[in-house]
């Protein structure tokens, strides 16, 4: 069963840095591609960036890019997204994703909330 677990959301001031962590068990993690994506109340979920299998290239929404990196760690079966110069409108419920057999996956969310 494939499982992914979120953790490294918090509050942080504007400028701040933050960084989430995707832990994934239940599917060759080195085989998939991962994702990132965040939700508001006010949105419908968008997507924040994404990490492709073994070879490790990356996109990201124009949103994040030169401010969010994403990476991903095999031996561990974890993605990661490292988020520098926050600002207010990056709150949000942020959720890692993987496809599996044409079936999406999400974890539980971590909240990330950047105020002062």
């Known amino acids: 069963q494939v499982q992914l677990v979120e953790s490294g959301g918090g509050l942080v001031q504007p400028g701040g840095s933050l960084r989430l962590s995707c832990a994934a068990s239940?599917?060759?993690?080195?085989?998939?591609?991962m994702s990132w994506y965040r939700q508001t109340p006010a949105k419908e979920r968008e997507f924040i960036a994404r990490?492709?299998?073994?070879?490790?290239?990356?996109i990201y929404a124009d949103s994040v890019k030169g401010r969010f990196t994403i990476s991903r760690d095999n031996s561990k079966n974890t993605v990661y997204l490292q988020m520098n110069s926050l600002k207010p409108e990056d709150t949000a419920v942020y959720y890692c994703?993987?496809?599996?057999?044409?079936?999406?996956?999400w974890g539980q969310g971590t909240q990330v909330t950047v105020s002062s």
């Open positions: 994703r993987v496809v599996v057999s044409t079936v999406p996956a």
């Open positions: 990490i492709f299998d073994a070879g490790g290239s990356t």
């Open positions: 239940g599917f060759t993690f080195s085989r998939y591609a």
